[in-house]
C-alpha cells in the first residue's frame, strides 16, 4: 500500500472507534465497571465480529447481500435483542443501595470467553455494520485493484487502528472506577439499559422505514457501531 492508501485506512478506522453506538456505550461501562482486561476482551469480540462481516462482505454475493441487510425481519430481531438485553440490564437490582456508600470494591472474577462472545454477538446482531462493511468493501475495493493482498492490508490496518483508539478509550474510562460507589454502578446500569432500548427501537424502525426517509437516514449513522 501507498502512503495515501495506509492514511486513508488509518483515519477510517479511527472514526469507526469513535461512532456512537451500543458497542460505544457497552465499552466504556465493561472499563468502567470491570476492568481494562474485560474491557480488551470485550472488544476483542466485537473486532471478531467486524472480521466476520468482512469477510462475509467480501466472498458472499453482493445481491443476496443487498436483500439481507435490507430484510426488516433481520432488524427486527436484532432490535428485539437489544431491547431485551437493555430491559435485562435496566433491572438489575444487584449494585442497588438506599445510601450511596463512600467507596465499594468492584473487584470481579471476569469470564473473558464470556466477554469476547458478548462483544462479538452485540456487534454481529447489527445489520447496519454489514451495510457498513459492505459499503466501504463496494467503494473502496476497485482503487485498490480488487487485490486481495491490498484489500486483506487496507481492512487489516483500519481495524487495528480501530482497536488501538479504543484502547485509549478503555484506559480514560477506568479512571473513573475510582470514583464508583454501589448507587453510581446502579445508575450506570440503568443508563445503559434504556441507551440499550433506544438502540434497539431505532434498529427496528430503520428495517420499516424508507431509505430516503431523513429519520432512516439519522439512524443509519448512529446505529452503524
Known amino acids: 500500500m501507498d502512503f495515501y492508501d495506509i492514511k486513508n485506512a488509518i483515519l477510517i478506522g479511527i472514526g469507526l472507534s469513535f461512532m456512537i453506538g451500543p458497542v460505544f456505550f457497552m465499552l466504556i461501562q465493561t472499563s468502567i465497571l470491570k476492568g481494562v482486561k474485560a474491557a480488551v476482551a470485550f472488544n476483542m469480540g466485537v473486532i471478531l465480529g467486524d472480521v466476520a462481516f468482512i469477510v462475509i462482505a467480501y466472498y458472499g454475493s453482493r445481491h443476496l447481500l443487498e436483500r439481507i441487510k435490507d430484510d426488516p425481519r ?9 431491547i431485551v438485553y437493555g430491559a435485562i440490564t435496566y433491572l438489575d437490582k444487584s449494585n442497588k443501595k438506599e445510601t450511596e456508600e463512600p467507596s465499594i470494591d468492584l473487584t470481579v472474577n471476569n469470564n473473558y470467553l464470556k ?21 466501504l468493501i463496494v467503494g473502496i475495493g476497485p482503487s485498490l485493484d480488487m487485490n486481495p493482498t491490498r484489500i486483506f492490508y487496507y481492512f487489516a490496518l483500519i481495524l487495528i487502528s480501530y482497536f488501538v483508539v479504543d484502547l485509549g478509550k478503555i484506559l480514560l474510562a477506568k479512571q473513573l472506577k475510582k470514583k464508583m460507589t454501589s448507587l453510581v454502578v446502579f445508575r450506570v446500569k440503568r443508563i445503559m439499559g434504556v441507551l440499550l432500548i433506544v438502540f434497539g427501537v431505532g434498529l427496528m424502525l430503520k428495517g420499516f422505514l424508507p431509505k430516503d426517509n431523513k429519520i432512516h437516514t439519522f439512524l443509519e449513522h448512529v446505529e452503524q457501531k
Open 74 to 82: 433481520l432488524f427486527f430481531i436484532g432490535g428485539l435483542i437489544l
Open 115 to 135: 466477554l469476547i462472545l458478548k462483544g462479538f454477538f452485540l456487534n454481529f446482531i447489527n445489520i447496519g455494520v454489514l451495510a457498513l462493511w459492505l459499503g
